[in-house]
């Protein structure tokens, strides 16, 4: 296949989680600064060095697991985005891997929580996020609640959808 017709390639975090190691578990019922774990080792490279390691493999577009982040900060986030324009690197997504909107008892809590990521994916210069939208079995209920928007609109929702206009 042609260069010119062949998809847009992206490196996800995930599939180097053995390489960076350390994980920053964060989840709408421990939502805490995130400590580092060693779920995979203590790692052989740095989430900012993901970038320049992608390029070298002349992929210029990358995933990030939301647990790959080991801070949500804007230093930590204009450091991420220097190594990004430094390797010509692409933040395609933002994986953003808990929450459940489709659960009645704990949707405000975990779209509220979505939403913080989705305002951190911004703030990194992500293109898009991926969010999961809910582990209910598949129904129409489910789709109609995991697809429904708070109402009224929540402010970090408004200034999301006024900077896309």
């Not at 180097?16 to 600064?33: A, F, I, Q």
């Not at 779920?39 to 992608?54: F, H, I, N, Q, W």
């Not at 692409?90 to 459940?100: A, C, H, P, V, W």
């Amino acid at each position: 296949m042609s260069a010119e017709k062949s998809p847009a390639l992206a490196v996800s975090s995930w599939s180097l989680h053995r390489t960076l190691g350390l994980t920053y578990p964060n989840r709408p019922d421990h939502d805490v600064t995130q400590a580092p774990e060693p779920t995979y080792g203590p790692g052989r490279m740095s989430l900012l060095d993901m970038p320049a390691a992608v390029a070298a493999l002349d992929i210029n577009r990358i995933e990030v697991c939301s647990f790959h982040l080991p801070s949500r900060d804007a230093d930590y986030a204009a450091a991420f985005k220097a190594a990004l324009q430094q390797a010509g690197v692409r933040f395609q997504t933002l994986l953003i891997e808990y929450g459940d909107i489709t659960n009645p008892a704990t949707r405000e809590r975990d779209l509220a929580w979505i939403e913080s990521w989705i305002d951190t994916a911004a703030l990194f210069g992500a293109e898009q996020a991926r969010v999961i939208a809910g582990r209910a079995e598949p129904s129409r209920e489910a789709l109609d609640r995991s697809s429904r928007r708070a109402d009224p609109p929540r402010p970090a929702m408004a200034r999301r959808a006024a900077c896309a206009s």
